[in-house]
């Protein structure tokens, strides 16, 4: 097809570089520098999808970020994208795009019946007759509407794509390089001010691009490249293009996205696909310029209609016509100058201006160069399904109530202007007030909030040379009090055509019995009288109208829509616009792809992954590893074909009658250092500290202040000030900050220091009767005897030169020990406990067969001290000191914590002796009970017993304590199991602890 | 993201801080008999004031430090930051 709309002597685009790319299917061509809009429009396509609730035609609305209409699902190097507006999608070889929103085709849309069925889908249609019958819902309504909604469909596969985030600081932070964002960087520049200037676009320039100035004898267009060019060698200024801030945070950040690769056919290697920037600013310039708003009509939203301000740059920047009959519809001297340039490259125009006689060089130049020019007029109704094929205008009275005989002339297409919207969001964002500004009909920045200042049109400033004036002065105003520099610039003589005041006018009555469809929100198909409907329906906050007609919700957040929507509510409601207010503004400005939100933090960089020293003989020796937090533990050691249960099965069972070693320097471990450290553990856990003796362990509960157990462990006096201290994997860094919180508010008077040692230490734990045997094998310099090392004891040891701490303490209930060195020998001890074990038959074993050998002693752990639960319920109530006082002690007087039922931990073993028991599960005393059963307590942690040979499990259990030989029945409604079982007691192997002391 | 200044390190981002709740509580010293009404106070009950604020955080990816922050719960403006040691005046 060959790009008929295209002329030959206009525009920015590379014509040296044709590239090729597909729509819908269909092959098409376009240059380098072309978006996607641009280029389809270059070929004569008009027609890009169906709109969201009516399915009608949808064409090209706008040319850039304010676009409503033209999203399209984005193919790109095997990966796919929904909700890519064309207008900002620019063009590369091999581009391929489809419509959304319609089956089985853009063409022939069956969704389209709604359209005519539009009288039954007024607003909150969907509100009112999904309601009922409630069975309904799930499936019918909601697969149905589910199928009928939505922009697009995202990818279910892995992102390929590589995202970043970048943390920046800076003095001046600009928002737009039209001309306020320019003249004040270059300002704040000179004053050697760390500019970071920000472009959406991929051209640098903003309306300078497209008007007809001349600042300095120079176009603006050249005046814009010379600045930039110029800015571009300071090293003080960082210029970004492609990139939008869009969201303004507290304390002066902002956060913009920069769109690195998506302008190419592919990343390039070793770049991100985007890259997110947390910008910290000193001051913030808010250079984004306005958005041109339409005057509503009727069938305003078929193809061919679009912004005046649109159909020129597509005319000057990518030479591409929107239409070769064009219809210029405008309330200001801004659509006379898209009529002059259609005028200058062979196209005649028509203008429709709203205004009876206005006076101005714009409208001057227009006569003179012959335009027809019709004054009073307004298109009352666009005619034609897929594109515009005539309008039906006629004259209006003064009043603009009143409509002269309607007459329809051809054209193409509608270009409309009704006047400049400032671009307030990230002001409004900063917390801004914004002001009411009659003159311009609209919103701006009224008193900042934090350091932000906006300029140029955005404030509502539309002369060029009041905007460069004033962006000049606020640049070098604001860096001179940053820097302290004071170099002047001399400011450019500048050249601008004169323009006269715009009509207050923004929407054309209906003729008398038509019924035209005239919408305000063309993203979300919100007509004027949806809003008129929910006025009528008692809604009267403007976010009340908001939520219930969807006005301004769309992906686009209503930035065409809006002002038009709030002129229409105050017009019913008979107020002044500012007394509706706005609906508030909130970020991001414009839609921001979750990659780059995530950034690299996916996958297994989601958290950092912790190893011990000795993970690469995990690894060798055939570990099955599991997350602990963010450590990676061995589950268990694959031997053969065996799974998890009889891996962890064999593990524990050769714990019990040979010895296994287990890598335990995952546990947290603070060293306590100071003359008061005996007194802080006296106070942090729930027994006696002052007496421990040198060469020591002990190990304690610590509680929180409300009496729920934090965290247990064992520690050690090492020296006389000097103890070592334990926790659990999960709570370390917990315990260290609650410890830290003690000392430094609480008890400041406590000569004591504690700081992580976790990383420091290896830790092997080695467990079981032969483990003696193997210690004296690993320290034969040392009495490890039961009276050189008895239970609960501490001795340093030499491991084949290395420098050992050797605690005696069990969590599995068997003989055993720890052993810790230095986390630099930790594979070294690992190697030599694995090769001397040898003749005792040694094993590793892993979690799972950790947690096995736990639970069948009853020992307590994470599963049992889940922040729910007090000493009391974990049978530790016998830790707790009546001599002193300790922290939450004064919360297990609490009624809940004393009363005769409490629940209790117990054992629980199912009667059958076969069934394995889910954790999670319910206890309940009746299984045939009528729903809601009442729950008696829940299985905490399930094993299976390696020394009964049968399942077991720990249960915390109402009034566990009168529970022990009840039968009860295990629920999981989940799993769908229902298992009859006995209450035992939580100690199932070696009830009286003497393994561990033998 | 909030901007705070650490009387230790200056001016760090939020992300290196975690929030520790109402400066202003004050624990009851051990061993000293307290009414219910009293513990309850010190343990759960909290103004949750819109305004200025004194609230701890604790510099846990810096210093370490536990430290005092004046804070505007609605506009989030910071006025004042104080080490665990000085007191709220």
């Given at each position: ?423 307030i969001h990230l002001a409004s964002q900063s917390g801004n007030k914004t002001k009411f500004k009659e003159d311009i009909d609209a919103f701006v920045p009224g008193t900042s909030k934090q350091n932000e200042t ?545 | ?89």
């Open positions: 097809m060959t790009q008929s709309f295209r002329l030959e002597n206009i525009g920015m685009i590379n014509r040296n570089k044709k590239l090729s790319f597909k729509f819908n299917g269909k092959v098409y061509y376009g240059y380098e520098g072309d978006t996607l809009a641009s280029a389809l429009i270059a070929n004569g396509v008009h027609l890009i999808g169906r709109s969201f609730k009516y399915h009608r035609p949808r064409g090209f609305f706008g040319a850039g970020v304010d676009e409503p209409y033209a999203i399209v699902q984005l193919y790109r190097n095997g990966e796919t994208e929904p909700n890519i507006k064309a207008t900002e999608q620019e063009l590369f070889e091999g581009l391929e795009a489809k419509s959304v929103n319609c089956w089985p085709s853009v063409n022939f849309d069956v969704g389209a019946i709604n359209n005519f069925l539009r009288i039954f889908l007024p607003a909150g249609f969907y509100y009112k007759t999904f309601m009922w019958p409630k069975s309904f819902w799930y499936k019918i309504y909601e697969p149905f509407i589910r199928k009928a909604a939505g922009l697009g469909v995202a990818s279910i596969k892995h992102d390929k794509e590589r995202y970043e985030h970048k943390y920046e600081y800076c003095d001046l932070l600009i928002t737009g390089s039209g001309p306020s964002g320019l003249a004040s960087a270059y300002a704040a520049a000179k004053n050697g001010a760390k500019v970071i200037l920000a472009e959406d676009k991929s051209r640098f320039g903003g309306t300078l691009l497209t008007s007809e100035v001349n600042i300095g004898n120079q176009s603006g267009k050249e005046w814009a490249e010379s600045v930039i060019s110029e800015l571009k060698e300071m090293p003080n200024v960082t210029i970004k293009n492609r990139s939008q801030v869009f969201g303004y945070y507290d304390h002066n950040m902002l956060v913009m996205s920069e769109r690195i690769s998506d302008h190419l056919p592919q990343t390039k290697k070793f770049h991100p696909k985007q890259r997110l920037w947390y910008i910290r600013a000193k001051e913030v310039l808010i250079s984004s310029g306005s958005i041109e708003r339409p005057i509503v009509f009727g069938n305003n939203d078929t193809p061919g209609v679009m912004l005046s301000s649109a159909a020129k740059e597509y005319l000057k920047i990518y030479g591409v016509l929107v239409g070769k009959n064009p219809l210029i519809f405008t309330n200001n001297d801004s659509g006379y100058e898209t009529a002059i340039e259609f005028q200058k490259n062979g196209i005649n125009p028509i203008i429709l201006d709203t205004r009876k006689d206005p006076k101005s060089e714009l409208v001057d130049e227009a006569k003179n160069l012959g335009i027809n020019i019709k004054f009073s007029y307004v298109v009352v109704a666009a005619q034609g399904y897929k594109k515009v094929k005539s309008a039906d205008i006629a004259k209006i009275s003064e009043d603009k109530e009143q409509l002269g005989t309607v007459e329809s002339v051809k054209c193409d297409c509608i270009c409309v202007s009704g006047f400049w919207t400032p671009t906006t300029l140029g049109a955005a404030n509502g400033t539309y002369t060029l040379e009041e905007t460069l004036k004033s962006s000049f002065e606020t640049g070098h105003k604001l860096s001179k009090e940053i820097t302290k520099n004071d170099n002047k610039i001399s400011f450019p003589n500048v050249i601008e055509k004169k323009s006269t005041v715009h009509d207050k006018f923004w929407c054309v009555p209906l003729p008398k019995g038509k019924n035209y469809k005239r919408f305000l929100d063309f993203q979300n198909d919100v007509a004027v009288s949806d809003i008129e409907i929910a006025l009528k329906e008692g809604y009267r906050s403007i976010e009340h109208v908001k939520r219930y007609t969807t006005l301004g919700m769309a992906t686009d957040q209503g930035k065409t829509s809006n002002l038009n929507g709030l002129q229409l509510v105050s017009k019913i409601e008979n107020k002044v616009v500012p007394a509706v207010g706005h609906t508030t503004f909130r970020p991001p400005y414009t839609p921001v792809s979750i990659g780059a939100i995530v950034g690299r933090e996916v996958g297994k960089h989601s958290k950092p992954t912790r190893k011990s020293p000795m993970h690469s003989w995990h690894e060798k020796n055939n570990a099955v590893f599991v997350d602990a937090g963010v450590w990676l533990r061995p589950r268990y050691y694959k031997q053969g074909d065996e799974n998890l249960f009889e891996g962890s099965k064999r593990e524990a069972k050769n714990v019990r009658t040979n010895v296994g070693v287990c890598d335990v320097t995952t546990l947290g471990k603070i060293d306590i250092k100071g003359p008061d450290a005996a007194e802080l553990l006296n106070r942090v856990y729930t027994n006696a500290w002052l007496k421990l003796p040198v060469g020591k362990a002990r190990y304690g509960v610590m509680l929180r202040e409300d009496g729920i157990v934090m965290d247990d462990g064992t520690t050690t006096r090492i020296s006389e000030n000097h103890y070592h201290m334990t926790t659990t994997t999960a709570q370390a860094a917990n315990v260290l900050s609650h410890l830290e919180y003690y000392l430094q508010l609480v008890w400041p008077e406590l000569n004591v220091n504690v700081v992580s040692t976790t990383e420091q230490w290896a830790g092997a734990a080695i467990a079981g009767p032969k483990s003696r045997n193997l210690l004296q094998k690993l320290f034969p310099k040392s009495d490890v005897s039961n009276e050189g090392l008895p239970f609960m004891g501490y001795m340093e040891g030499d491991l084949f030169g290395v420098k050992a701490r050797i605690f005696r303490i069990s969590f599995s209930g068997e003989l055993a020990y720890e052993i810790n060195v230095e986390s630099d020998n930790g594979n070294f001890m690992w190697e030599k406990i694995i090769e001397v074990g040898q003749e005792f038959k040694i094993q590793p074993y892993g979690t799972e067969a950790l947690s096995t050998l736990r639970i069948e002693m009853g020992h307590v752990a994470g599963s049992e001290l889940d922040g729910r639960t007090i000493p009391y319920d974990n049978s530790l109530e016998g830790l707790l000191s009546k001599k002193k006082d300790f922290i939450g002690k004064r919360s297990l007087t609490r009624k809940a914590f004393i009363s005769e039922d409490r629940q209790k931990i117990v054992g629980v073993i199912p009667l059958d002796k076969k069934t394995s028991i889910p954790e999670g599960s319910h206890l309940v005393k009746d299984s045939s009970a009528p729903l809601p059963n009442p729950k008696l307590g829940y299985i905490s942690a399930s094993c299976w017993s390696v020394e009964h040979d049968n399942p077991f499990s720990l249960a915390i259990v109402k009034d566990g304590k009168n529970m022990i030989g009840k039968k009860l029945f295990v629920m999981s409604p989940l799993k769908n199991k229902v298992i009859p079982v006995e209450i035992v007691s939580s100690h199932y192997v070696d009830p009286k602890g003497e393994r561990v002391r033998s | 993201m909030l901007h705070i200044k650490c009387p230790h390190c200056g001016m760090r981002s939020q992300n290196e801080f975690s929030y520790g709740g109402d400066a202003s509580v004050k624990r009851p010293e051990l061993g000293k008999e307290v009414t219910d009404q009293e513990w309850d106070d010190f343990v759960y009950n909290r103004k949750s004031l819109r305004g200025k604020h004194w609230e701890l955080w604790q510099h846990l990816s810096g210093c370490r430090q536990w430290i005092k922050i004046e804070r505007d719960t609605a506009t989030h403006e910071i006025f004042n930051t104080l080490k665990a040691n000085e007191e709220i005046s």
